[in-house]
């Protein structure tokens, strides 16, 4: 009984898994492994905040059903009344400073977090203006290059390269509309805000491409807004660096991006 019920438990696990993999342009449900150390941070704080809070949860239910079974009416003499503890000093201060404490290690830890993530960093080897718009995004590298990543859902959009183990500074613009940067394995949803920048950087440890959507509904087009994160050795990136370089006409100002309307 056991073994089949396991067998189901891993046919509907393995439906979930294959169902979500290879989604156009979707992302994956299940948790990804973080690859910089801001991802890496999100999943800690979320492992650390969940883990407590399932323990407690379980605790919770298993007293309240031993409760229920142990002390059920059937089984008391008749008229029979409970010890009465309301108004227990004890009690009242205890039940009250423990979710407070729970809730306010959660509030630090958040603080925390986010302070390192999504406060303009100084020591960058790299920085990089995301502009959001509606719909695609623009990566301006400031020495000329700009990658164009247009939304699609016909395939993959062209992705965003940086070098491996570099710290990148991201800065975030709207040009029309609040749109968010969002790749799971890489960092928290970053806003992009017309008018108002906010700071992010991704520090990639491996070769390889992660996936990303937009995280703010933007307009029709919003589910187009795929994103995808390429890192590549820094000989590779050189090279592509160079080829960005050499199609890429210099233009004195900033060429005209796509029209919001
Ligand atoms: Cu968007």
């Not at 989604?23 to 905040?49: C, D």
């Not at 960092?187 to 390889?208: C, E, M, R």
């Amino acid at each position: 009984m056991a073994a089949r019920a396991r067998g189901l438990f891993g046919l509907s696990a393995a439906a979930f898994l294959l169902s979500s993999c290879d989604g156009l342009g979707g992302i994956s449900p299940i948790f990804p492994t973080p690859v910089s150390p801001n991802g890496e941070g999100i999943y800690a704080l979320y492992v650390g905040i969940s883990i407590p809070a399932i323990i407690i949860f379980i605790g919770v239910e298993v007293a309240l059903l031993w409760v229920v079974l142990r002390y059920r009416r059937s089984r008391q003499p008749a008229g029979y009344v409970p010890p009465q503890i309301h108004g227990h000093t004890g009690l009242e201060v205890a039940w009250t400073l423990a979710p407070l404490a729970v809730v306010l290690a959660i509030a630090w830890f958040s603080f925390v977090e986010l302070q390192r993530d999504f406060q303009p960093i100084t020591n960058e080897q790299m920085l990089v203006v995301v502009r959001g718009h509606q719909f695609g995004w623009d990566y301006d590298y400031g020495n000329g290059v700009v990658v164009h990543q247009e939304g699609t859902l016909a395939g993959d959009v062209v992705p965003f390269v940086v070098p491996v183990n570099t710290l990148v500074k991201l800065q975030f613009q709207g040009t029309d509309v609040i749109h968010s940067w969002w790749v799971p394995a890489i960092s928290g949803k970053t806003d992009a805000v017309p008018g108002y920048d906010n700071f992010s950087w991704l520090k990639i440890n491996q070769v390889g491409s992660w996936r990303g959507e937009c995280a703010e509904l933007c307009g029709v087009g919003h589910g187009t807004m795929q994103i995808i994160v390429k890192a590549m050795s820094q000989s590779d990136y050189d090279q592509w660096l160079q080829k960005q370089l050499a199609s890429q006409k210099p233009s004195p100002s900033p060429s005209p991006s796509a029209s919001p309307g």
